[in-house]
């Protein structure tokens, strides 16, 4: 159980493009998500939170008429990085939370050319 | 501002033997702590958490060790396997495991024949 999806895995777009990553629970309801992302041989730094049905909580620095997130459902969540630019290029990993727990996705790998 | 901190970047441990993995932390809010292990281009996989009530919590081979005082813990694996070898960890939180978690800056963990 406690199974947290991403699509797509990997995806490569060129400079200017918007590119939209997935996040799903698949057997449970998540009352929270969250979205992380990694740079190469680096830690794992939160972007921002989402609850079903609010507008996302985004941490200091990220831009959140760049990183657009809708949570429309307690099983689905959406990043979309728009306008993507080569310094976007990383590692995106959504977690999703119950009460008591939460669960990392497999990542989506952003190549922005 | 690096809220925690593994300040061994890698680490290579005999198979059999033990592997310590340390990690420092700053923000004295932080009263839940876990260890993760994480494979490239995979999300992280929950191994064992620790809560500021507790100094230690053990789970098989894995044990946490937590000194608050120190703002110090560590996450002993005996024994070590091959298995084991990959990048290790630690997150923070001030709510919950639940809650958006402030991740430490990795260890590569190799464990060798």
């Known amino acids: 159980g406690a199974v947290v999806s991403q699509h797509p895995s990997w995806v490569i777009c060129k400079s200017g493009t918007s590119v939209k990553i997935e996040c799903r629970s698949l057997?449970?309801?998540?009352?929270?998500m969250f979205w992380y992302r990694q740079f190469p041989k680096q830690s794992l730094m939160l972007m921002a939170t989402?609850?079903?049905?609010?507008?996302?909580?985004?941490e200091q620095g990220v831009e959140k008429d760049k990183f657009l997130i809708n949570h429309a459902s307690l099983t689905l969540s959406t990043l979309t990085v728009t306008s993507a630019h080569p310094e976007d290029s990383s590692f995106y990993i959504c977690?999703?939370?119950?009460?008591?727990?939460?669960?990392f996705g497999p990542g989506t790998r952003l190549t922005v050319t | 501002d690096q809220q925690v901190k593994q300040n061994s970047p890698s680490l290579s441990v005999q198979e059999g033997r033990i592997s310590i993995l340390n990690c420092d932390y700053t923000n004295s809010m932080f009263d839940y702590f876990l260890w993760y292990k994480k494979y490239p281009a995979e999300g992280p996989t929950f191994l064992i958490s620790i809560s500021s009530i507790k100094d230690k919590n053990e789970d098989g081979r894995f044990t946490v060790f937590l000194n608050k005082s120190a703002k110090h813990l560590s996450l002993h694996i005996v024994p070590s396997q091959p298995g084991d070898s990959a990048v290790y960890f630690c997150a923070a939180s001030d709510t919950g495991t639940a809650s958006k978690l402030t991740f430490g800056t990795g260890t590569r963990l190799q464990v060798t024949l």
């Open positions: 057997d449970f309801q998540a009352t929270t």
């Open positions: 977690s999703a939370a119950t009460s008591l727990a939460q669960y």
């Open positions: 989402s609850n079903e049905g609010s507008k996302a909580t985004y």
